[in-house]
């Protein structure tokens, strides 16, 4: 008591500390930066992304901007879109850290004159091809293994560029570098041939992108909220001073925050991007229930300063349990798989910790200064929390069984979710990288891959035959599976050979059956070949090895899996053990992720639920009062997916963690239910029912209001046109619904039935 009526008699310095206190932290926003690539989703020790930059280290690296040319005639093979194409081929070898670029034009064709290997490109001089040139170079590109399905389509009415970029990684100007010279180039691709679509996709534009959201998001969430939170706030405590007051703690509590993430050097990624949004809706749960306790006590005619002090004494135990359960909750996070969603509980956590402190010292000191008028007089608010309170005891025996019911009966379709962890997908429609590899995917090609490096077992073995007629099993077998549209391997570039050095005769479109003869055609062949477009992306240095490129279409997590899954097993069973590779790359990564991050979540959940279960119990001072708490904040989630599974049926990465990140959330309303309900029973030696309606009547309101709140600022969270944070936001708002309908219509009837049961 002492401790609050010293906020009183401190209210200035505290203003003053506080307000100094956010913007010494705050200034830390000013170092503040926005990560743009994909690999911060996984850790350092995550085994496909360890596969995956081995990979590279070995080969050309496979980040790259995709450049898709659309002829609106629907003809690729034409002078004028072949020149177009050629134009954009050469302008990319411009683009900032571009070091190869592939397309139709600059195709490396091979013919024989004599005894001679010709090598040049495919298109030369567009306009100078008659008709049958036209033709003749439209059947070479389309009977082409290393072009169709890849960087044409097999109707010839699309066409891609593909430029592989190696940035050096030094800052991360990089990427949005890249991206903006390309947009530019794709702008002049069509000023200068405005019969064409030009479409840029690839894993730097994904990047890019990542960045691009996670701004987007900070931008337009946020002042979104802002707008809701003071709806709901004048609405609910109807004063214009305390509504100042909560704003001014959520915006004390943002800066502080993001000041110490800045300082912290914490990136921000999608994920942690929605943080402020996070933030500002845990924030103000604090203020409502000491705003609405302490102007309930002023409309009853008490003086300010005492209703302050006694809104302090009732709220404050339940504030500080509140708060650290959901510091809980959000720290448990660090269990995660994903870094990204690690930095979000530490942020989190800090921000509800600082929420807390401005809450509890800054809050009632500002109210204290600032001049509140209120008439006295009974709320219709808390009279109807009351007939509502009668209701729940009248009928406690219908809602408790009806309850427990339509909990089992969701938990029972949680088998309906089924893992999905497409990259693609995490962007809607309304991203421009979305919509452009939406197009390349319905048009082109796939944007799934899957690289293997098949050993040879010795240096320059990737000339030995037998080697090579198993590489081109391993195609062959690829290549009959549904869902894949393009293998690209070695053998399909040998087997070329073969046939242009024995007079370009069809019959001999085949594999060599030297070792000799295979080494000399690669040798021959690599000689011939321009600068920039070397074999380095297919071959190691020793030639031990080759890489072999499977592209997808839009294939689910679980099938892709298992497709790697086989294409294991056929490795295993027909090829040699120093052939045996696992399938690696972004697809991989992100198929993998999601059922990692719910196998690490695990001991996030069985922290927070110990330590959050175990304060309860402390709390409340009670075994069988602890453990009956617990029942209506396991089952929202729960119930959640239930729903989940019924409306949507997918589950991705984001909502792995949906069950740790609301356990400490959901939490706070039992926690103030439970603590009036008790107050009435211990303190006030009111039965069950009385305690019951007590306890809607004192605290109902405040459960109704920070509820809102919290559903209000997960659900704006869906208006992201990143998936992840959309669904996360849809989830989070489901369980903390349905949480404060199990805290309305279940727990009272289960602390009435187990008081029934004690007697």
Not at 149 to 168: K, Q, Y
Not at 427 to 436: G, L, N, P, S
Request: glycine share 6%; net charge neutral.
């Amino acid at each position: 008591m002492a401790f609050y009526k010293g906020i009183l008699r401190w209210r200035w310095w505290i203003i003053i500390t506080s307000v100094a206190m956010a913007l010494v932290a705050g200034s830390g926003m000013r170092f503040i930066e926005f990560s743009n690539n994909y690999r911060v989703f996984f850790s350092p020790e995550n085994p496909q992304l360890q596969a995956f930059e081995q990979l590279q280290n070995v080969y050309t690296k496979s980040d790259n901007v995709l450049i898709v040319v659309a002829p609106k005639d629907g003809r690729v093979f034409t002078r004028d879109t072949l020149a177009t194409v050629k134009w954009i081929t050469q302008e990319a070898w411009k683009l900032p850290y571009s070091s190869r670029v592939d397309s139709i034009t600059n195709f490396q064709h091979t013919t024989a004159r004599g005894d001679d290997l010709v090598v040049r490109d495919l298109v030369e001089d567009p306009a100078a091809l008659d008709d049958a040139e036209l033709e003749r170079i439209r059947q070479v590109a389309l009977n082409e293994p290393l072009l169709r399905d890849r960087l044409v389509s097999p109707r010839a009415h699309v066409t891609g560029i593909n430029v592989t970029v190696v940035m050096p990684e030094k800052n991360l100007t990089e990427v949005p570098e890249v991206t903006a010279q390309a947009r530019a180039l794709a702008e002049a691709a069509k000023a200068r041939d405005p019969d064409v679509e030009v479409y840029l996709t690839g894993v730097v534009l994904m990047n890019n992108s990542f960045a691009e959201q996670s701004q987007k998001d900070m931008v337009t969430l946020v002042p979104i909220m802002y707008g809701v939170i003071v709806v709901i706030i004048l609405l609910s405590v109807r004063s214009v001073a305390g509504t100042v007051g909560a704003l001014l703690v959520i915006v004390f509590s943002i800066v502080t925050t993001m000041g110490l993430v800045g300082w912290l050097d914490i990136e921000l990624t999608p994920p942690t991007a929605s943080s402020p949004t996070v933030i500002l809706t845990l924030a103000v749960a604090d203020s409502i229930h000491i705003l609405l306790t302490l102007f309930h006590i002023m409309r009853q005619g008490q003086d300010k300063e005492l209703a302050i002090v006694e809104s302090l004494r009732i709220n404050g135990p339940p504030v500080f349990l509140t708060s650290f359960t959901t510091v809980i909750g959000f720290l448990s996070l660090n269990f995660s798989e994903v870094p990204p969603f690690r930095d979000l509980g530490n942020i989190v956590a800090i921000g509800v910790t600082a929420a807390w402190v401005f809450s509890v010292l800054f809050l009632p000191a500002f109210v204290a200064v600032a001049p509140v008028r209120l008439k006295p007089r009974r709320e219709r608010a808390w009279r109807a929390m009351e007939g509502f309170a009668g209701f729940v005891i009248h009928r406690r025996r219908l809602l408790l069984w009806a309850s427990l019911a339509v909990a089992l009966g969701l938990l029972a379709l949680i088998p309906r979710n089924e893992l999905n962890d497409q990259f693609v997908k995490y962007f809607d429609q309304t991203v421009e990288f979305r919509r452009a590899t939406d197009f390349v995917q319905d048009n082109l090609s796939g944007m799934y891959q899957v690289h293997y490096s098949l050993g040879a077992g010795e240096s320059g073995g990737i000339s030995d035959p037998a080697y090579l007629r198993k590489v081109e099993e391993f195609a062959t077998w690829y290549r009959s599976q549904p869902d894949v549209v393009h293998v690209h391997t070695l053998t399909d570039t040998m087997k070329r050979l073969n046939k242009n050095l024995h007079g370009d005769k069809p019959e001999w479109y085949r594999l060599p059956d030297s070792r000799e003869l295979s080494a000399q055609y690669l040798l021959l062949y690599e000689l011939s070949l321009p600068f920039g477009l070397d074999l380095n992306d297919q071959i190691n240095v020793d030639k031990s090895a080759t890489r072999v490129l499977v592209i997808m279409n839009n294939v689910t997590t679980k099938r892709l899996l298992a497709l790697e899954d086989s294409a294991q097993q056929w490795l295993r069973d027909n090829a040699p053990p120093a052939m045996f590779a696992t399938g690696t790359g972004p697809a991989v990564m992100f198929s993998h992720i999601s059922e990692r991050n719910i196998r690490s979540m695990i001991g996030g959940n069985v922290m927070a639920l110990v330590l959050v279960s175990g304060l309860i119990m402390i709390a409340v001072r009670s075994l069988r009062f602890g453990f009956v708490s617990l029942i209506p904040n396991l089952i929202p989630a729960g119930m959640a997916f239930g729903v989940w599974g019924l409306l949507v049926g997918e589950v991705g990465m984001s909502l792995s963690v949906v069950t740790t990140l609301t356990f400490g959330i959901v939490v706070d309303d039992t926690i103030h239910f439970m603590a009036k309900y008790l107050h009435a029973r211990r303190d006030k030696g009111l039965d069950p029912s009385a305690a019951v309606r007590y306890a809607f009547s004192t605290v109902g309101m405040a459960l109704f209001v920070t509820s809102l709140v919290l559903v209000m600022g997960f659900f704006v969270l869906t208006y992201s046109a990143f998936w992840l944070n959309a669904s996360l936001g849809m989830m989070c708002a489901l369980t903390i619904a349905l949480a404060l309908v199990a805290d309305y219509l279940l727990l009272p009837p289960l602390l009435m039935k187990l008081e029934e049961a004690g007697k």
